[in-house]
């Protein structure tokens, strides 16, 4: 029986280069590929057991039972899960964060690898990383960026089986820090699944979308070449491009707050003073601030003492999803 039960974790992602707006929303096919770094501090730990005494699915998310859209969108994760094994009995997920969910730390997409390995497994599906990634990217797109390890690219495709993500590097490549500047911890009032459906809507987006090959390739060069200034002027050019979408979208989606704006503002100046650090911006108003891990002490100190700012988290590149070993009850 222990076979229809699997624990896997994963790392949520750091997005060097964005992904913003779906050519197929249903199967989160995106409009471009993109580009991100697992972070190694952060992780979503799930316990996914298939039963066949159970009348419907039940999730559990920090030992609180969940209801509404939350259960809904696992539920339906877990439908696409059934339909590739030919099964149709329901679970029981248990999910915990050691990150606080809905911060613009992309929660979403360790939720959605963990959900993918601990899900497949549990019903007995042996998928190679390639179809997990497509599995997780179902969930919720930048997912599939979170199953393979270190630095990854995903591959948009033309279609469900050619768009999931590959690793470019391994964590320890390159050893830069995300520190994520916390200025505001709460639930944003509107999620990414929303947000992708408004890029559209602006007058920018196509010529975002134009220009993200050519950013594409600087990223990858920047990565394997560890050229941090590279690094540094695409990811910040990329961030600023997907938020000059979001706020002429329409309705105008804008992210930031003041504080985001001070963080910004001082690490410009830091950068200028000849610090390797920039900045980059998701879903949210925190700033996820990447360095050299060298510049980590100074910058973290500094970082905390700015106005707004509630918490520095500070990750290494992390590894991919992956199962966790169970004792036999
Ligand atoms: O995977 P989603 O639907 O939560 O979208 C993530 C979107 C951003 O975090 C803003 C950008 C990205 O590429 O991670």
Redesign the pocket.
Known sequence: MNARQATATAHP?I?FI???GNRDSRL?LPLTG?F?MNLAALETCTSVCFDEDLVADCFDLNGVEQGGESLTRVSRFLDQVRALAGQSVYARVSSANTFPSGAGI?S??SAFAALALASAKAIGLALPEKDLSRLARLG????CRSVPTGFVEWLPGEDDAGSYAVTIAPPEYWDLVDMIVVVDPREKPV???AG?SLAQTSPLNSLRVAGVPARLESCRQAVLARDFSLLAEVVELDSNW?HAVMRTSNPPLVYWSVDTEVVLWHVQAWRAQGHALCASV??GPNVHVIALAEEQAWAEERLRALPGVQRVMVSQPGEGARLVEQEVK
């Open positions: 992602n997005a964005k992904y913003w989160r993109s991100s992309a979403s997409a919720s797109g930048s997912a999620g990414s699944t992708h997907m998701d879903a």
